[in-house]
């Protein structure tokens, strides 16, 4: 009976001091977590890549002004031919040429007022100005502006000048985005990670992350402050990703 006697009390000691023990340790353990819910270190990823054009379409205009339509129409049906016979003697077959429809301006006058030694006067004006335009593909894009140059040339000393340009076609952003986005998420991650290194801490695991909009740099869109390809066939896509990281 009295070994019975004092044992019950140490068991029931032993358990108080056992439960203040565990009690400690998560109080300690929940106000360790509180704080470290402070120690946060925010980085920012780039990530960048250089997206090559699939095609390139190359195009051709001119026009003719006067007042008889009739022979405006002529001379543009007969500079189309001629064109036409040019770049299909240069491997360009007419099922690769679109020719789209003639545009016609037409002002209904001949004259309009413009201003001459300070006071207006009546000037003779064209009434009709008649479009053309052609355009073919070229998948070779790194040769497309040496074959404006070369067909600008022959054009002109064939007295068949016209205005050429060239409009370059790039994948679609959504074929690279995820390869962008991973790549800026990694660097932003070897950012966080010198940081703790220096700090002397460890990097813990993402407490919010934004993703900066895409950008592009090239020959159509350029941002300032980042570098554009000077070949006109090649845009850089450009990203920067904002984590926040837990430190431990």
Known sequence: MENKSITKPLI????????????????????????????????????????????ASINLSFSFS????????????????AILDYLNDNGYSNGDITIYNVGVTDRQRYTEWQWEDGKQVEVKIDRYTVYQSLSFTSVDVKSVENKISQIKLDLISNNLTSDINSTYIFPELNSIKPKLIAESTKNARIAGEQFANDSQAELGKIKTASQGQISIAGNYYNEEGSSAPSEPYIQKARVVSTIVFFLE
């Open 12 to 55: 029931i000691g032993c358990s108080i001091i056992l439960g203040m023990f565990l009690l400690g340790f998560y109080i300690f353990k929940g106000l360790r977590t509180f704080s470290d819910k402070d120690r946060v270190v925010t980085v920012k990823g780039l990530a960048e890549m250089n997206m090559m054009a699939t095609s």
């Open 66 to 81: 006067g007042d008889s339509l009739q022979q405006l129409l002529s001379q543009t049906q007969a500079k189309k031919k």
